[in-house]
């Protein structure tokens, strides 16, 4: 499976922007090979928390035939990081996913909000844990949206129901560069899966977002990592791996739900 990372400064409160940054960037670096695209987290409107109520989109009206048009014109699936979003009950930070062919395949609300960034000001929390979905050439993946990363239930679920690939979408902070790299790779690691991590870069004028969008192999290998700067990278992943990970590492079959506990305090 061929996927392309697209990392790229998003600029806060300007969806039209954003959008033809998305579009030169199809236009110019996705290859007619490739198999799924991927975006980082909230690049509608970036972290312009204030302004969402008036900027977020509503129920992906318009950002769902957006990605339609790009993924039926390129002929390719794209995880397409997340959106501010208006629903019935709340805004929400919603990451989704297009098939090649405009079906929407995913999308998912964000659970834990950031209270660093003043997330829980502004976005309702979702309450759905992530599923897996089949991508057009039959794999079987999941998306998860940044700070969601620090809870490893989330991607144990998806994973238990055997995603071979795991695409986090985030605008991750380079002050804790640290935390995003081995997070990323104890996900990929305790899961024996891959995991396709998609950052924004530059600064908003408030945070400096790291970058460092990255590919990590079922034995927690860094096999594609980018810089601090905007950079489309691109990796053919190998996803018999995964299945020989779980052979020689069964954590699925040696797991033991009956004994396991927890009591929040």
């Known amino acids: ?100 062919d405009g079906a929407l395949l995913y999308d998912y609300n964000k659970i834990h909000l950031v209270p660093m960034l003043d997330e829980p000001l502004y976005l309702t929390a979702g309450n759905n844990v992530p599923h897996t979905f089949t991508l057009s050439d039959g794999t079987t993946a999941s998306q998860i949206i940044c700070y969601d990363l620090r809870f490893p239930e989330l991607s144990r679920y998806p994973a238990a129901e055997g995603a071979k690939v795991i695409f986090y979408v985030a605008q991750w902070p380079d002050v804790r560069l640290n935390h995003w790299r081995q997070l990323l790779q104890a996900r990929a690691i305790e899961n024996n899966m891959f995991v396709v991590a998609v950052n924004s870069c530059g600064s908003d004028g408030k945070t400096t977002y790291a970058g460092h969008s990255m590919v990590i192999d079922p034995n927690g290998d860094i096999i594609v990592e980018a810089d601090e700067h905007e950079a489309v990278h691109t990796v053919t992943l190998d996803l018999s791996k995964a299945d020989a990970q779980r052979q020689a590492i069964p954590v699925f079959e040696n797991m033991r739900p009956d004994v396991y506990r927890y009591a929040k305090k």
Request: hydrophobic residues 40%; aromatic residues 8%.
């Open 1 to 100: 499976m061929k996927v392309q990372l697209l990392q790229f400064n998003i600029t806060p409160g300007q969806v039209a922007q954003n959008e033809q940054k998305i579009r030169t960037l199809f236009e110019t670096s996705v290859d007619s090979d490739t198999d799924v695209v991927v975006l980082p987290e909230m690049w509608n409107n970036g972290y312009a928390l204030a302004e969402l109520q008036q900027k977020a989109d509503t129920d992906l009206a318009r950002t769902l035939p957006f990605l339609q048009q790009l993924a039926t014109h390129y002929h390719v699936d794209i995880v397409a990081g997340s959106v501010a979003n208006h629903q019935a009950d709340g805004l929400y930070n919603t990451a989704l996913t297009v098939s090649r």
